[in-house]
């Protein structure tokens, strides 16, 4: 058996520039264990930062270094591979093939569980053909669009994968299971991991192979129609069959409900049954887009960007009020997406490529909505955010001509005088449906165009060239999360009003994006184990 091999962990800072210079990285590392260079041997990256703070921008990486002769273990585990499911094996229906279901999914096969994946939505390549009838006809097809189909609402937005929910599972397993299936094993190290709208599709199309192989079912174009239980507990599904228009209905042991923020008529399932919901607070506002050169000039302190440095981001927090506003979802180099997911509505969300190569660089921009907020538009009952948020997306489908054209506005127009005022030209933007000129601050409800004026007059002045002239901001950023929660058991994670049902992911109200949902799944899929071995 062969010694262990003895490796320190370090914290090095050096200039960002040398990061491309392998003798330089090796010289920095050795001075901070201080060693000679010839003593340093094997290293490696175990997490990537950035301070840009100063004028100096520094490289800070988390380094485990050994020395001379001595080589590092492979850090990627080879456990993640699914073996065949046996004939006999236990099943778990799933719906939804988002980040929340297919990590439940590769999870229930690792432990004997055969997934069966219901999702309303289309394979991943498929549903490329729909995002393009919305963009080039203004068309939205109810069951595959930015939202629903393989791979969930992530797939073709943008591919961020962190977090700040720690606490809620092992992110080194979901990023270690992603690059199995294909990502760059930077999303490892890197502080704020991504994958790229660009290649999360192979991704998710190598998770479909591998499932399917070791014995899991897919079922596309099947749209969730009602749940039913027998004496407290789940018995069957009814489904359509999207493309025959036939219902199907299938008994289930198990139902992981994984369905993404934006399947209303799941939210409206429950609540027709008299099963518990639970309204919760949630954040609406625009996209906010500047040319990508000017956030690098105002990030970098004015210093050229070499291929040592990423397309700059940023990240801007305010209280207007006692209400927050703050920046969501940032995508340098990205584009703006439209992402409804009825015909008579608008809403908006960005994406990068994993270069992150395009011009613009754009941001949601949101204020936090309560209770209050919805109540006193006229909204009420535990699906009062639901509908306040629907009544928004229409008001601008209306606004911008009841197409998928969306409503615009300069920024500086935005936040001028008392109300705002009408732009007379928009300048070119990155969403492709088109953009409408309308005044927003008359358009959007009062309690989210107020605070987002003053939130915008704050920013401008913590970044001056924020407030740019060419800048614009389209509506509405209005899908930041679900507006309802359906509860479960802190333990058992079922839902308190039928046995077998485990809310799962964003839908559920339970994650943020997809590395959240992703630990979620694998959460959820954990207690089903537990159940059928009970």
């Known amino acids: 058996m062969s010694a262990k091999v003895k490796s320190i962990i370090i914290d090095v800072r050096f200039p960002v520039e040398w990061s491309t210079d392998e003798n330089l990285v090796r010289k920095a590392i050795a001075k901070e264990l201080s060693w000679s260079p010839s003593d340093l041997g094997d290293y490696r990256v175990l997490r990537k930062n950035l301070d840009a703070r100063k004028k100096t921008i520094l490289a800070i990486w988390r380094i485990e270094a050994a020395k001379s002769g001595d080589r590092l273990p492979p850090i990627l585990d080879s456990s993640f591979r699914l073996n065949a ?5 236990q099943e778990a229906h799933i719906i939804g093939a988002g980040p929340a279901g297919l990590f439940a999914a590769l999870n229930l096969i690792k432990k004997g569980v055969r997934p069966i994946i219901l999702e309303r939505g289309q394979p991943v390549r498929q549903r490329r053909r729909d995002l393009v009838n919305i963009t080039r006809n203004h068309q939205v097809d109810w069951d595959s669009n930015y939202c629903f189909g393989e791979g969930g609402a992530g797939t073709y937005s943008d591919g961020k994968l962190y977090t700040r929910s720690h606490k809620r599972g092992n992110i080194e397993e979901a990023l270690q299971w992603l690059v199995h299936f294909g990502a760059d094993p930077e999303i490892l190290v890197e502080a704020h991991p991504h994958i790229g709208t660009n290649k999360l599709p192979q991704i998710i199309e190598r998770m479909r192979e591998e499932i399917l192989q070791a014995g899991g079912k897919y079922i596309f174009g099947a749209r969730l129609l009602d749940i039913q239980a027998e004496n407290g507990t789940v018995s069957a599904i009814r489904w359509l069959d999207v493309e025959s228009g036939k219902e199907q209905l299938n008994p289930v042991q198990k139902l992981v409900l994984a369905t993404g923020h934006s399947a209303r008529d799941i939210f409206e399932l429950f609540h027709s049954k008299g099963w518990k919901l639970e309204s919760k607070p949630f954040a609406m506002g625009v996209r906010v887009e500047h040319r990508q050169r000017l956030i690098d000039e105002i990030q970098y302190h004015g210093k050229q960007r070499g291929d040592w440095l990423p397309p700059a981001s940023y990240r801007l927090v305010c209280q207007v009020n006692g209400r927050g506003v703050h920046s969501f979802c940032m995508c340098p180099g990205g584009i703006i997406a439209p992402c409804a997911t009825e015909p008579d509505q608008i809403v908006t969300n960005g994406w990068s490529p994993s270069k992150r190569n395009n011009p613009f660089a754009n941001s949601g921009m949101v204020v936090q909505i309560d209770e209050q907020v919805w109540q006193e538009a006229g909204f009420d009952g535990v699906l009062g955010g639901l509908n306040f948020q ?88 209005s899908r930041t999360s679900s507006p309802i929660r359906i509860p479960r058991d802190s333990v058992s994670l079922n839902h308190p009003d039928v046995d077998g049902v485990y809310p799962c992911g964003e839908g559920g109200g339970y994650a943020g994006g997809i590395l959240s949902a992703a630990l979620d799944g694998l959460r959820v899929s954990d207690q089903v184990v537990q159940s059928f071995e009970a």
């Open 85 to 89: 499911l046996p004939a006999g094996a």
């Open 390 to 477: 629907r009544h928004v997306e229409k008001l601008c489908w209306e606004a911008a001509g009841q197409t998928q054209q969306a409503p615009a506005q300069r920024l500086i127009d935005f936040i001028h005088g008392e109300r705002g005022r009408l732009s007379s030209a928009i300048p070119q933007t990155s969403y492709l449906p088109g953009v409408v000129s309308v005044n927003l601050r008359e358009l959007l409800p009062h309690v989210i165009s107020d605070a987002l004026a003053e939130g915008f007059r704050e920013f401008g002045k913590r970044m001056p060239l924020f407030l740019d002239p060419q800048a614009v901001i389209v509506a509405p950023e």
